[in-house]
């Protein structure tokens, strides 16, 4: 699904990223963790386009050098970044927004468009299968919601675009218990029996992980993914911490 080599990443002079290497192979999600200013958020950018980056070294997604691709072609391939910060978007609602978002997608792909009624039916199915109040698709995008419910809107947004790799920044902080279970519920729902999905999940910590089926673990440091291993990894952070790992 992707792979990473040897890929650096400058801003203004300054390193970001170093010779790093990831490959996340179909149906897996990943989880990478780290202190702050490892470079984690960095790296999702670099993968979904993020313009302000000297980026040196190989991406291929589905075997796309996806250094050739601007972002809105990376999304229409099948990409998703859901926001540390999800943004504002005052008087355009949530269907407004998707529904042209949907249809972009499928335009690009060479699919007919859905209509307002089908596109309706199919967001409302989406809906009400994550347990979301159908007032929620009529709201504008991110305006006046809350920590929780801005988070919450990323997944709905991802199950609507059925992205082939979603990047999850650090899509559990600020969230409460209830809140991080809804999101786990999302995503764990987004990848049951999908073969053709993977997923990032970028976090500082492991509550989440708690409620998530994980396939792989990678620590980075310093711009370089230091240490791999499978869920025993994230207890051993819990225990030790990332200097002592």
Do not use: W
């Not at 199950?159 to 979603?166: D, G, N």
């Not at 207890?235 to 790992?245: P, R, V």
């Amino acid at each position: 699904m992707l792979d990473i080599q040897d890929t650096s990443v400058k801003i203004n002079d300054k390193s970001i990223l170093n010779n790093l290497n990831l490959t996340v192979p179909d149906g897996e999600v990943h989880v990478i963790m780290g202190p702050n200013g490892s470079g984690k958020s960095t790296l999702s950018k670099v993968i979904i386009g993020d313009p302000i980056y000297d980026v040196t070294g190989t991406i291929y997604f589905n075997s796309k050098n996806l250094l050739d691709l601007d972002v809105h072609e990376r999304a229409c391939e099948g990409m998703f970044l859901a926001f540390q910060y999800p943004i504002e978007i005052p008087g355009v609602s949530n269907i407004q927004f998707l529904k042209v978002a949907f249809n972009s997608k499928r335009k690009y792909l060479g699919l007919d468009e859905l209509d307002a009624v089908e596109f309706l039916d199919n967001i409302k199915s989406i809906a009400n299968h994550l347990n979301y109040k159908e007032d929620f698709l009529y709201r504008p995008v991110n305006e006046g919601f809350s920590g929780g419910e801005k988070k919450l809107n990323e997944i709905l947004q991802m199950h609507i675009l059925e992205p082939k790799l979603a990047i999850l920044d650090e899509i559990d902080s600020g969230l409460d218990v209830d809140a991080m279970k809804r999101v786990a519920l999302g995503i764990n729902s987004f990848m049951e029996g999908r073969k053709d999905r993977s997923m990032i999940i970028i976090t500082h910590y492991s509550r989440l992980l708690k409620y998530v089926k994980v396939d792989k673990v990678h620590i980075i440091k310093d711009g370089k993914i230091v240490k791999n291993g499978g869920e025993d990894l994230i207890n051993e952070i819990d225990a030790k911490g990332y200097e002592t790992l």
